[in-house]
């Protein structure tokens, strides 16, 4: 069986990589994995970075799965659905899968449907999926996602491996790991224990490579190292006795730079029951200035 993703990154095209994946999983299929690309000069520079890039993470996930695969970008001229029927006749493709993006009625009439050209032109089926950041579930977002887990707690890292298995974890128990894994690899996520690892040193790097990160503690559970996140960045500071909740949090750290939300609604509003109680009444107060400023920013 072979199969044939059309694939152009993005949220919706990491659906249906997955779908396909595990589509292919079951019928020992072969994978093609596509980017159409009309090529000429109405492409820029970082936009075939881009693709390559989004091609690699393809390819990683069809072959950490142990699905054989090929990855390429096609530049012939054609619009994206005439490509990829082209492509799907020429290579005997037995399935396609597509992402869909949300589109108003004005747009489909001006710029047309890939989907629908190639659901009507196809020779063979097509399955179409769309990704909804409204109504997805945690487990769904979190699915593929490649994530970093930096903890000097053996017992810590290997709960998270059982929370999050949903993921491609990578894990680290000291700084000096963590700093190489990050400098060769890109992620979705970076969960970071402060004490014993440098936790702020990784922060720092993760924020360099645009990587969001949740900082997840126990022995620094106060309200200078609650501030300290945020000032450096931070996208979620949790306590530890969280951790039975970690998948939700991540999730909710994903679905902020999605959505490019920070702050109250991400999840300090969530969090700041227990805040309060851990710290105790007024506990803001030292740094009155400081928490002004993020009402201010953020919202109550």
Same mark, same amino acid.
């Given at each position: 069986?072979?199969?044939?993703?059309?694939?152009?990154?993005?949220?919706?095209?990491?659906?249906?990589?997955?779908?396909?994946?595990?589509?292919?999983?079951?019928?020992?299929?072969?994978?093609?994995?596509?980017?159409?690309?009309?090529?000429?000069?109405?492409?820029?520079?970082?936009?075939?970075?881009?693709?390559?890039?989004?091609?690699?993470?393809?390819?990683?996930?069809?072959?950490?799965?142990?699905?054989?695969? +090929? !990855?390429?970008? $096609?530049?012939?001229? *054609?619009?994206?659905?005439?490509? @990829? =029927?082209?492509?799907?006749?020429?290579?005997?493709?037995?399935?396609?899968?597509?992402?869909?993006?949300?589109?108003?009625?004005?747009?489909?009439?001006?710029?047309?449907?890939?989907?629908?050209?190639?659901?009507?032109?196809?020779?063979?089926?097509?399955?179409?999926?769309?990704?909804?950041? +409204? !109504?997805?579930? $945690?487990?769904?977002? *979190?699915?593929?996602?490649?994530? @970093? =887990?930096?903890?000097?707690?053996?017992?810590?890292?290997?709960?998270?491996?059982?929370?999050?298995?949903?993921?491609?974890?990578?894990?680290?128990?000291?700084?000096?790991?963590?700093?190489?894994?990050?400098?060769?690899?890109?992620?979705?996520?970076?969960?970071?224990?402060?004490?014993?690892?440098?936790?702020?040193?990784?922060?720092?790097?993760?924020?360099?490579?645009?990587?969001?990160?949740?900082?997840?503690?126990?022995?620094?559970?106060?309200?200078?190292?609650?501030?300290?996140?945020?000032?450096?960045?931070?996208?979620?500071?949790?306590?530890?006795?969280?951790?039975?909740?970690?998948?939700?949090?991540?999730?909710?750290?994903?679905?902020?730079?999605?959505?490019?939300?920070?702050?109250?609604?991400?999840?300090?509003?969530?969090?700041?029951?227990?805040?309060?109680?851990?710290?105790?009444?007024?506990?803001?107060?030292?740094?009155?200035?400081?928490?002004?400023?993020?009402?201010?920013?953020?919202?109550?």
């Amino acid at each position: 069986m072979k199969i044939l993703v059309g694939y152009n990154g993005g949220e919706v095209g990491r659906v249906a990589l997955s779908l396909a994946r595990d589509t292919a999983g079951i019928h020992s299929a072969f994978v093609h994995v596509v980017t159409s690309m009309k090529g000429g000069s109405s492409e820029k520079q970082e936009d075939i970075t881009k693709s390559e890039q989004s091609l690699e993470f393809a390819r990683q996930l069809m072959e950490n799965s142990g699905i054989k695969c +090929d !990855t390429q970008q $096609s530049v012939r001229g *054609l619009s994206a659905g005439e490509d @990829l =029927v082209k492509f799907a006749k020429e290579n005997n493709i037995d399935h396609i899968f597509l992402g869909i993006k949300k589109k108003s009625r004005a747009q489909k009439a001006i710029l047309g449907s890939t989907a629908r050209y190639v659901i009507l032109k196809a020779p063979c089926p097509v399955t179409t999926v769309k990704f909804d950041i +409204d !109504t997805i579930l $945690s487990d769904d977002l *979190l699915k593929d996602r490649r994530v @970093l =887990v930096v903890d000097d707690e053996p017992d810590i890292l290997e709960t998270i491996e059982e929370l999050l298995d949903m993921c491609t974890l990578e894990m680290a128990g000291s700084f000096k790991a963590a700093k190489k894994l990050i400098k060769n690899n890109n992620y979705d996520l970076a969960i970071l224990d402060i004490m014993g690892v440098n936790g702020y040193d990784i922060l720092e790097l993760a924020r360099k490579k645009k990587v969001p990160a949740l900082m997840l503690t126990a022995h620094a559970l106060t309200p200078e190292n609650l501030k300290e996140s945020i000032q450096k960045g931070a996208d979620s500071y949790i306590p530890k006795d969280e951790l039975a909740n970690l998948s939700t949090h991540a999730a909710n750290v994903i679905r902020a730079k999605i959505t490019d939300k920070q702050g109250y609604g991400s999840w300090f509003s969530n969090l700041k029951p227990f805040f309060d109680k851990s710290f105790g009444k007024g506990w803001r107060n030292k740094d009155r200035s400081f928490w002004n400023s993020f009402d201010d920013k953020y919202g109550r």
